[in-house]
């Protein structure tokens, strides 16, 4: 689809964004015919910027909701507060997002409380409605509005995951680390580092990756490694930020922790 002015500059004004596959081109076919959007992938690797991306691109206003074990559907659709000595309606981000038309990006949806889920059902249908049963009201959602959700299969915990019947209502991608030429780049452009330099990170992370599932719960996020290179960057020595960054946020374990650094000297020594 050809862009017009006012297209291009939303492009060029998004929060950066490498695209991997098409990704960017789903996003904007799930858009344009309304349909809800989830999205896998381990911590870090993009999922969030990518959204930002694609909210900035199609010049739709983001709600971004962080879930947790304490998040209640009326954290997301709204409450009665108190203000001035009088009780107000006050719209959460949900609401908000389908009044304005807006993008309702919900991150980790998983942790979220069960009656969450509940309340994101009639609108991940094509009757695409969000009934507020507190005011009355049953709100019919815009063409501009569109609902995103994110988890981590890694963490995926029995009592923790999406029941079949709520995962069919979404057009599903998943994400992963990008390849490894395309992290250098995004990792270069991100820090300001040397791509010589960035190159060596992403080698490592690769090697710290592959001890996922045995010493590692994670690997290490791009997001990581762009945190490792902005401190290169500003001079810190290479060994201290590789410490600050790829081994103390990834294991508390002393032995585990020595793993790393080793493979950290054999890579830069």
Known sequence: MPLTATQGDMERDAPFYQPVGHECDL?????RQRLPL????????????????MAARLGRPLFTVSCHDDLTAADLTGRYLLQGGETRWVDGPLTRA???????????????????????HPLTDDR??????RTGELLQAPDGFMLVVSYNPGYQHILKSLKPSTRQRFVAMTF???PPELERDIVARESGLSREKCAALVNLA???????????????STRLLVYC???IATGMP????????????LTDDEDVQQGLLEAINATFG
Do not use: W
């Open 38 to 53: 989830l999205l896998k992938g381990p911590t870090g690797c993009g999922k969030t910027r990518f959204v930002s991306h």
């Open 238 to 249: 290479i060994l201290e930020a590789t410490r600050a960054t790829l081994v103390e946020p």
């Open 229 to 231: 290179a902005t401190l």
């Open 128 to 133: 695409r409605l969000l009934p507020l049963e």
């Open 27 to 31: 996003f904007e076919r799930a858009f």
């Open 206 to 220: 690769i090697r710290l990756r592959e001890m996922k599932g045995q010493d590692l719960e994670e690997g290490v």
């Open 98 to 120: 389908v009044r304005e038309g807006g993008i309702c990006y919900l991150d980790e949806v998983v942790e979220a409380r069960k009656d969450v889920t509940v309340v994101l």
């Open 176 to 178: 992963n680390f990008p």
